[in-house]
């Protein structure tokens, strides 16, 4: 990381510091910032990946735990002016009353 780690971030309490080189993420290669990005994406808030990085020379381990994301906020496309498709409208209304849902 080149940057300063942002102080309460999941990268801080990982234990990254500035100037770390990440060697990979979740056992997998951090051969560039979209396979890491990559990584991240596949997993879910609260999950635990697994990282190797290099600190002045030195692997270190760590663990980054995702949370979610607090600046997301969904809401429904007409209310950010977007209008749906028939189509896109059926399949929200399916997931959105399907048997799993209201399952007692």
Known sequence: MAAPVPFG???YAAGLERD???LSIGGVPASSVAEVERVIRT???GESIPLVIERRGQHVT???RLVADPT???VLAE???R???PAQ???RDAWLGSAARNAQ
Do not use: C, I, K, Q
């Open 43 to 45: 997993r879910r808030p």
């Open 89 to 91: 409208r059926r399949f």
């Open 20 to 22: 770390d080189v990440m």
């Open 83 to 85: 209008p749906l498709t």
């Open 79 to 81: 209310a950010a002016g």
């Open 9 to 11: 971030s999941p990268a």
């Open 72 to 74: 997301e906020n969904v």
């Open 62 to 64: 760590g663990t980054l």
